[in-house]
């Protein structure tokens, strides 16, 4: 069976074309970071009306990309949330209008739930139950997945999202955005053990994150180190990325870790923008393997937003007998539980 899946949850517009829960065959997706980056992030309206601009032309894409038209589709899947809400709608609208007009099946999707199974996509996917650590620009997650539509939340993040951290220590070092590639770019000249950042683990046991904490601390660093960048500084802007960086990633380990000896998983998905963090993967993969764990990444394309992996969690509902009708509407929040 073939899944349109689309998705316009944030500042990209996505379509792509999936045979039968995995195989690919076509994935588009236009990004308006030239639109945002004046603004150093997100404009939700802007988002809303390039997305407006680019859908008809996307699916158009899509379908001409796989060599298919509207009577090959078997379901339409489309991401209902969470997301801005504006941006989904718009997606939501088309999915609905297509749905109606060519009499084609349409569901939505949890656009986290689409995150954890962009693995699927990949050759070797992982065995049952797994833990899965989804973090984005939005939400940073750990869930032990017990099968296709099974989450249970085990930790979430209690503020920033871990690529939000990246996005506004980016901003403030001035380097761009999006900034979760920036500051990567720029750690790879810097010392990651330069300034010892705070690492918040919470209470003993906890699985939640909070990064709030840590982007106060490089922001009052970045001050200091700003009102003695004329005096003898020996600290490179490249020092304190690559600090930021690798306190990052060191919550991120010690909390999916700790998520694999809670609830006796052998089997690491790691999903979601941020990723296609390169550090992030690397020192991942070497504490997994000293752990015994196998871990799962999906490549880098299907890291980032993108419909394949809404076709995917839409293919799974669809063989369970799930349907959407035209009431389907957008859901700003929307927890993965809670489905
Ligand atoms: O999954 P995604 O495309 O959108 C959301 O659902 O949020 O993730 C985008 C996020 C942004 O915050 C971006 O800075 C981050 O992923 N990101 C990265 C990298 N590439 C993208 N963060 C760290 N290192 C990267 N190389
Ligand atoms: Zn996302």
Not at 153 to 162: E, I, K, P, S
Request: charged share 20%; net charge neutral; proline share 4%.
């Amino acid at each position: 069976m073939i899944i349109l899946g689309i998705d316009t949850s944030c500042d990209d517009t996505c379509a792509a074309l999936i045979e039968d829960g995995h195989r690919l065959l076509s994935n588009v997706v236009n990004t308006q970071v030239i639109v945002h980056r004046r603004y150093g992030g997100v404009v939700p309206e802007l988002a809303s009306r390039e997305h407006i601009r680019n859908i008809v032309p996307v699916v158009r894409e899509a379908l001409g990309k796989a060599g298919l038209n509207n009577k090959d589709i078997g379901a339409i899947a489309v991401t209902v949330g969470p997301g801005l809400v504006g941006a989904l709608l718009v997606g939501i609208h088309f999915a609905k209008a297509y749905s109606y007009a060519s009499n084609i099946p349409l569901v939505g999707v949890n656009h986290l739930e689409g995150h954890i199974l962009s693995i699927f996509l990949e050759k070797g996917s992982p065995p049952f139950p797994f833990v899965a650590l989804t973090v984005s620009g939005g939400h940073t997650n750990i869930y032990l997945v017990r099968g296709f539509g099974d989450y249970t939340v085990l930790g979430q993040t209690l503020d920033d999202a871990a690529g939000e951290a990246f996005d506004k220590i980016a901003k403030l070092l001035e380097l761009g955005y999006p900034g979760g590639p920036l500051i990567e770019e720029l750690s790879a000249t810097g010392r990651p053990e330069a300034i010892d950042f705070p690492r918040a683990y919470l209470s003993k046991d906890s699985l939640d994150f909070s990064f709030s904490g840590l982007k106060t601390a490089v922001a009052l660093y970045v001050k200091k180190w700003r009102d003695h960048k004329a005096g003898d500084n020996k600290i490179k802007i490249a020092d304190i990325a690559a600090s930021f960086q690798a306190a990052v990633i060191d919550i991120l380990i010690d909390k999916v870790i700790a998520a694999t000896a809670q609830v006796g998983v052998k089997s690491v998905v790691l999903a979601g923008g941020v990723a296609r963090n390169n550090h992030l993967r690397r020192k991942l993969q070497e504490m997994m393997t000293s752990e015994g764990i196998d871990l799962y990444v999906s490549s880098p394309e299907f890291c980032t937003d993108n419909g394949a992996m809404i076709a995917v969690a839409g293919y799974h509902r669809i063989i369970k007998g799930q349907r959407s009708d035209l009431t389907l509407d957008a859901r700003s929040r929307f927890p993965l539980d809670q489905i």
